[in-house]
């Protein structure tokens, strides 16, 4: 429900951030009934809305049932577009890998949707919640917290004040102010890159084809969408990306195609572009008294295996298992110690996994090592002719490796 002003100032959780994994957690977590507030810095119709913009993102197999089992799944598949396979090759070398949809045994690898459009169907279902307050404009500017509760200092328009909850959970992103408020530290670091993303015509439609091509400034991604487009996600070096920008449209146009080459065929109608930093943070700890963290708070990944969004929803699903499990023991307090600890051991390994996952590939495909360059071609090749590592691989982009939570496995929490 959107309120001017907080309808109480005592909740049993408050989520700083109604971005993509704030959203989502909140609508996880209502058919329990706890009173939640959503504080969110950034309007909803705000051009510069940080979250829910115009880029695209590849959903895993693990978040399509997710959203299955939350009840929203067929408003987002209506503007959705399957993946059924993907093909990975590297810019003027011979290697090159696929993976297909029939071979895994599953209708798709994953689905392509729009921030924005997301973005819509999640917030139409918030507004549907009468358990859940939505505060926005608002930010949080102070947290304190001690063994029985978090206390928030909320900033909206322009006047302070404080609500209280059982537990706080950071969803406001990868340079988290609300993690530094909690006290965890995080370890971030630069690629030295920007992703440029926008969408394109390519002459031939990619027929729900996904491509990940390697060139020398950096991976660059092509996701079929809707209307024979395709969404790219090209990583250029930073100190290019002024340029890059500047480009007109014919230009620009054709130094994409120059980068991925002609396996759609030409190019033409470029649409807007925009430009993101690249970086990798994770966070030294997911949990405090009375404070968690998920989504990019916890960790900031590299886009080129389009994975933290996917990973931030297996957080939501932990997180709300790990609640729905002490509510169903009889407990009442989403944030005890024993709650925080399990969900803390339960995504440490996954998180740890995909962080090193992500940063090694943006290593191996950036090295300019000749024989480092030799050998990925061959572990391509390998990796295309051994079906078996292709399944493996194939498990873990579908985000179906590993324990999975309740919703993640398609089953809704209650
Ligand atoms: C170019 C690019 C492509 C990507 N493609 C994919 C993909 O294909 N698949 C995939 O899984 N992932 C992808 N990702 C990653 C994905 O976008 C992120 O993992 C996801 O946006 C994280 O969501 P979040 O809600 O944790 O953080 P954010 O999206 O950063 O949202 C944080 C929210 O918190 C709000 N906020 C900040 N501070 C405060 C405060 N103090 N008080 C209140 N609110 C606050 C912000 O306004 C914002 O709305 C991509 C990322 C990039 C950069």
Redesign the pocket.
Known sequence: MMADAPQAIDYDIII???????TSFALALAPLGLRMAV????ARAAAK???FDE??????RSSQRMFTAMGLWDDIEAAATPIRSIHVSEKGRFGFAHIDADEQGVEALGYVVI?RVLGGVLQAALDQQENIDVLCP????AVKSDDEKSVVCVDQGGSNRELSCRLLVA????R???RDMLGISATCSDYGQH?V?GNVLPEKAPANRAYERFTESGPLAMLPIANGRAAF?WSVQSSEVENILALDDASFTAKLQEGFGLRLGRFSKVGARAA?P?GLSKANGLVVRRGVL????AH??H?VA???????LRDVAALSDCIADTRINGGVDPGSAAVLEDYASWRRADQGKLVHFTDGIVRLFGSRIPAVRTLRNIGMLGFDLIPGVRTLFAKHTMGLAGKLPRLSRGVPLT
């Not at 969803?171 to 990868?174: M, N, R």
């Not at 389009?306 to 931030?312: E, I, K, R, S």
């Open positions: 700083a951030g109604g971005g993509m994994i704030g504080v969110e810095a950034v809305q940080p979250s880029r695209s993102t590849a959903l895993s921030n608002a930010r949080i500017s969803a406001d992103g990868e988290s102010s609300v992703a993303v996600v993101y690249l998920i989504g990019n708070a900031g990944l886009p389009a994975q933290g969004f996917n990973l931030g």
